[in-house]
């Protein structure tokens, strides 16, 4: 009776070192197939005596069950290891996802006119609008500024090559929307209009020649400078902090009588120009329609593009309008 021990330590031995699926299944043919040892053993079963037969068959068979057991237990350590390596190849981390595209945001002068007519509507305002494109009365003849008037020169004006010279033009300040507003609707109004506006100044650090302006108009009854002045505190205490202060200087604009320009305290004690104001002329009622003994009224415009390079204290105004993602961003 062959001793199969040896047979197995030689196939556990052997088995040991496959390091494959592959290898495994060359050493199963090897030790379990056709040719394999312990086959031959069962073939030489028959020459032996009947009860030697017994003994010896049952020692083939565990020996043959030993080295099975040998190579399912490498079997399923060499797949458990493939599993884990085709895991570790297949693996998607879902920590690792690219950033999301950045959603943006609005512009910063955009940001500051939207701030605005939140300020004014809370103050119980409406938004009217107006077009770019003007004509003459409305930039300039209805607001008591006639053909002839100094004032047309200072308004640098951009005209369009439409109709008759100088009739059409780019609207070089917000205040036609006044006129408009005005004659289409019924006082009392209390409106804020802002909006682009164009001059022909060269761009610098304090200029552009396409800006935005918002222009403010009340017309009602019984209204007086105290109201115009009162309105204006309100809404820079409201819009810059209820620190800053505002002051009015006498000024001269066509279409307000008084005019006068107003001004914020600034952190070190100076004052900075904001923008121009008045008690709406009565040339200009009577150009709408508004009969000016029974309604009074006020008017005021500044520009939003200066008001943000103030607020954010920023060295250049053409900032505003280069487009740089890197300073955008910022605000
Ligand atoms: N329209 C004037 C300007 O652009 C500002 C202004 C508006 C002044 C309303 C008085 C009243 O300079």
Sequence with gaps: MTDYKELVDAASAAVGNATDLAALGALQAQFLGKKAAINAAKKQLGALDP??????????????????????????????AARLVQLEAERLDLTEVWPRPARGHAHLVTQARDRLEDVFVAMGFTVAEGPEVESAWYNFEALNIPDWHPARGSFDTIFVNLGEPEEVMLRSHTSPVQVRTMESQEPPIYIVAPGRTFRTDAADATHLPAFNQIEGLVIDKGITMGDLAGTIDEFVRTFFG??????????????????????????????????????????VLRNCGIDPEIWQGFAFGFGIDRL????????????????????LRQF
Excluded at 53 to 74: C, L, M, P, W, Y
Aim: proline share 4%.
């Design 51 to 80: 009860d030697q037969r017994a003994t010896a068959g049952k020692a083939i068979n565990e020996a043959r069950q030993q080295i099975e057991a040998v190579f399912s237990d490498r079997r399923d350590s060499l797949e458990q």
């Design 308 to 327: 943000a390079v103030m607020r954010y204290q920023l060295d250049d105004i053409r900032e505003l309008v280069n487009n740089d993602v890197r300073f």
């Design 242 to 283: 209820e620190e800053v202060k505002t002051r009015l200087r006498p000024s001269y604009f066509p279409f307000t009588e008084p005019s006068a320009e107003f001004d914020i305290s600034r952190d070190d004690g100076s004052w900075l120009e904001l923008g121009g104001c008045g008690m709406v002329h009565p040339n």
